[in-house]
């Protein structure tokens, strides 16, 4: 029977994040693992994401370089190399993140774990682990639909299209969420024909976005040669001999060679002995919490993909680490999802944080809203990235910024100034008060915090 202040259910960016800072405040802790350190975000998810995307960007640039005199022959494309070199970021994090456990001090478990007792972990080793409080971190699983099963050859997970084995000539994709739309991006960069497949009236209906961002990469996306079908149901497939033919409910067919599934997320929260402990959890699987993401047991907290909230990695490590500063200090830092930005990674990138006009709107909030096209900044022709907009939504009594919305080239870099903002309760003077380097794209923040005061430079005030 092992013993510790803190177990940690859960190695991925909410657990691992958690298990650190309260080994720094001074807990036992330990983490227990079964597959790789990192979980989704680094292993299945925003990092591959993230590296192919980058890598596929480069194809996208050498296409286009033509139009100022510079002229590559056609790129080729070693599939093995960059799977390979893909799977080396990742392998270096997955070590860094090793590494940082042991130094301080973190204990780490390679088992399969489930809760026992209020305060006891069963391990698939056969061993035990009793602790003080339990912090439930497993995450999160990729929804299936049984007309599309992910083990059929012809139909993807995620997972699947992250290896790039393989270029399918047409690739369809199954929901217009944030997954398929970023996969969306890399697979037509990389060469293949996409088809986009959403049930909604809209794609990236689950984020709170404004619908001129939404209409802005629409355009972009289907500029580019990808077809978006909203307002549609996929049915069913049948294969024929070398591809496959997808059904919808209009009675439309599509033949294409590979069907992406990416229609969503659902907790990893069964077979965790949840029950046996009396842990609640919602009719959706996520397990229930208060506002110090406690648990209806109190010795068991549950943060990140587990719980009710946006399913993001630096949302799961904001949760980690409030509840190890609740454990290790006795009090909790005040949260707020309006605060959490999100990055999307398509071309053009699109960033958010805080809350759309039409959010603030229904709050009955009187806004002021202030936008400034990249089209307008020089550095952003000088990247050729004329495409997207900053919009800036503030309380029209005290100014106070609301919420950014962010279309454009380096989005998701870009959305961090307005974050500080928004968490911190600055005003629009804040931001174009404060003088920014020129010729740079955070400029465009600026500019849109002065639009909204009537006083831009270099965009006619309305
Ligand atoms: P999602 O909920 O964002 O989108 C799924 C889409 O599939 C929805 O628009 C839904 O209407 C549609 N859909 C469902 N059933 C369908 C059907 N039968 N036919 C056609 N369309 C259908 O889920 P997604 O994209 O799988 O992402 C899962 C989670 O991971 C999300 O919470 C997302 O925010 C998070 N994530 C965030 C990233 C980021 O912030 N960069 C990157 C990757 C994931």
Known sequence: MMKTDLAVLGGGPGGYVCAIRAAQLGLRAAVIEEQALGGTCLNWGCIPTKALFSATKLLSQASEAEDIGIAFDSPTIDLQKLASWKNRVVATLVDGIDTLLSKNGVEVIRARGALSSQREIVLSTGDRLTADHIVIATGSDTVQIPPFPFDHPAIWSSDDALTVREIPERLAIIGGGVIGLELATIYQRLGSRVLVIELLPEILSTADLDRRT?????????????????????????????????????????????????????????????????????????????????????????????????????????????????????????????????????????????????????????????????????????????????????????????????????????????????????????????????????????????????????????
């Open 214 to 462: 939404v209409s802005t990469l629409k355009r972009s996306m289907t500029n580019k040669g990808m077809t978006i079908l909203t307002n549609t149901a996929a049915e069913s497939f049948e294969t024929q001999d070398d591809y496959v033919v997808l059904k919808t409910a209009d009675g439309a067919q599509h033949c294409v060679d590979r069907i992406l599934v990416a229609v969503g997320r659902r907790p990893r929260t069964r077979d965790i002995g949840l029950e046996a402990c009396g842990i609640e959890v919602d009719e959706r699987g996520f397990i229930r919490v208060n506002d110090s993401l406690q648990t209806s047991v109190p010795t068991v907290y549950a943060i990140g993909d587990a719980v009710p909230g946006p399913m993001l990695a630096h949302k799961a490590s904001s949760d980690g680490i409030r509840v190890a500063e609740t454990l290790a200090q006795g009090h909790c830092q005040p949260s707020s999802y309006d605060l959490i930005p999100q990055a999307i990674f398509t071309d053009p990138e699109i960033a958010s944080v805080g809350v759309s006009e039409a959010a603030a709107k229904a709050a009955g909030k009187a806004t002021l809203v202030g936008r400034f096209p990249f089209a307008a900044l020089g550095k952003a022709l000088g990247m050729r990235e004329p495409d997207g907009f900053f919009q800036v939504v503030a309380d029209s009594e005290d100014h106070r910024i609301l919420g950014v919305q962010i279309i454009g080239a380096e989005a998701s870099d870009l959305i961090s100034e307005a974050a500080i903002a928004v968490q911190s309760g600055l005003t629009l003077e804040a931001i174009a008060d404060a003088i920014h380097p020129h010729p740079t794209l955070p400029e465009g923040l600026k500019e849109a915090a002065e639009n909204a005061l009537g006083r831009s430079i270099h965009a006619i005030n309305r």
